[in-house]
């Protein structure tokens, strides 16, 4: 009896570590950052509660912050005083212990308006000098649409005397002043010609930990990528795709360079699955380095890269370095890093993507819980937002870096 009992048992335990295995090969992928495995071809996903969802775009909610355009709520992050607007979670976050990690140092914004006759100088380069001996270039940008350039020298310059250089189409001015102000304003006699090109990156984390996510992401994205194309149909649209892993998986990036055939990007896009990781740090320093140095158009052309990940770059001195002269490339040659943060995103990866954002005149986008879909998303350290459905963000946000013009967000609980 006592050893019919003892079989029994241990098949009961064999049993379980069998239905724990497996379900761990369903939700898994290896990375400790959370999320899992969707197979190569899948068509389905499910929530946390095991509801199936078909694979349709208007299903991920998200929201969008600016910290350009919330600057003052920015710095009070680096100490948090009770008179932010966030609930008592967030205030227990303080970015100053994230205070030039990774390099990076954004609590001395400079902007500078650059116009022609009174109308705005789009992708005009801008640079910021300290005109000290011996003389020094802190940071250059370009203008977005509406003439404005975003610096960010790595020190506060107040009272201290600059050069402020604009350049477009061969025509230039530059200014030297001593600096007391947050906006400054610079004319050109002439510029260049604008264009209506949009050249289109996404930058994708396909690892195991996205793999919550990632089939409804490519949902998303092939919705958007239709959306774009068909309001405006005046652009020449230009679409590239660099998805990335780590060191040691089956790639570390693979890319599909710029071209205006959207279909056969779409396609491209469908094949993608996630595996691989392994740990919660991922090639980011790479895939960001190899993205911006891409066939970039050149002239005044929209240009945006939307970076979906889940995890930070690896915290080595190089990748750091490199990771770092990526972002700072990406604003020499005017092109916005728009991140998607998605579930498991932690408050040191927040902070770095929305100093990518930040600094290359980007805006953050993140995954929010409203849908259901994925494991828990990180509630952002912002002030007030509305909840959209992913692919309306997205499209609401490309159209206003094309046009210049904001259109208010709809909450996804209102959308048809």
């Not at 506060?156 to 030297?176: F, P, Q």
């Not at 001593?178 to 002439?190: C, E, F, R, S």
């Not at 040691?248 to 990036?253: L, N, R, S």
Request: glycine fraction near 8%; hydrophobic fraction near 35%; charge should be negative.
């Amino acid at each position: 009896m006592r050893r019919l009992l003892f079989f029994l048992v241990i098949s009961l335990f064999l049993s379980f570590l069998l239905c724990c295995a497996y379900d761990g090969y369903l939700r898994g992928g290896s990375d400790s950052g959370g999320g899992g495995y969707s197979p190569e071809g899948s068509s389905s996903g499910s929530n946390d509660d095991g509801n199936q969802y078909e694979l349709k775009p208007g299903q991920l909610t998200a929201g969008e912050w600016s910290d350009i355009k919330n600057y003052d709520f920015y710095l009070n992050l680096f100490n948090v005083n009770e008179s932010l607007n966030i609930n008592e979670d967030q205030r227990s976050r303080n970015f100053a212990v994230y205070k030039n990690y990774f390099g990076f140092e954004t609590r001395f914004m400079i902007t500078v308006n650059v116009d022609n006759q009174g109308q705005p100088v789009k992708d005009a380069v801008v640079e910021l000098y300290d005109a000290e001996e011996p003389l020094e270039l802190l940071f250059t940008a370009r203008t977005n649409v509406l003439g404005s350039a975003y610096l960010f020298p790595e020190y506060d310059l107040t009272d201290n005397s600059i050069i402020v250089r604009a350049v477009s189409g061969g025509n230039e001015n530059s200014m030297t002043f001593v600096y007391d102000a947050d906006n400054i304003q610079i004319t050109l006699d002439g510029s260049a010609a604008p264009q209506s090109i949009l050249d289109l990156m996404f930058v994708i984390d396909t690892t195991g930990s996205m793999g919550d996510e990632l089939n409804y992401l490519k949902s998303e994205i092939a919705n958007v990528i239709d959306g774009i194309s068909s309001s405006n149909a005046n652009y020449d649209i230009r679409l590239a795709l660099l998805f990335y892993r780590d060191i040691g998986d089956d790639y570390v990036t693979r890319y599909f360079d710029f071209t205006g055939n959207i279909n056969t990007q779409q396609e491209n896009l469908s094949k993608q699955f996630a595996a691989g990781g392994g740990d919660y740090p991922e090639a980011v320093d790479i895939a960001l380095s190899e993205a911006v140095e891409k066939d970039w158009s050149a002239g005044s052309a929209v240009r945006l890269i939307f970076h979906v990940c889940d995890a930070p770059p690896h915290n080595g001195q190089e990748n750091k370095t490199v990771f770092y002269n990526a972002v700072r490339t990406a604003a020499e040659k005017g092109i916005r890093i728009i991140p998607v943060a998605s579930s498991g995103v932690d408050l040191n990866t927040e902070f770095l993507l929305r100093q990518e954002a930040l600094m290359t005149g980007g805006t953050y986008i993140f995954l929010t819980d409203d849908s259901g879909i994925g494991y828990e998303h990180l509630k952002p350290t912002i002030g007030e937002y509305v909840v959209e459905y992913l692919n309306a963000c997205m499209i609401r946000v490309i159209n206003e870096y094309i046009t210049g013009e904001e259109t208010e967000p709809v909450p996804y609980y209102n959308a048809q």
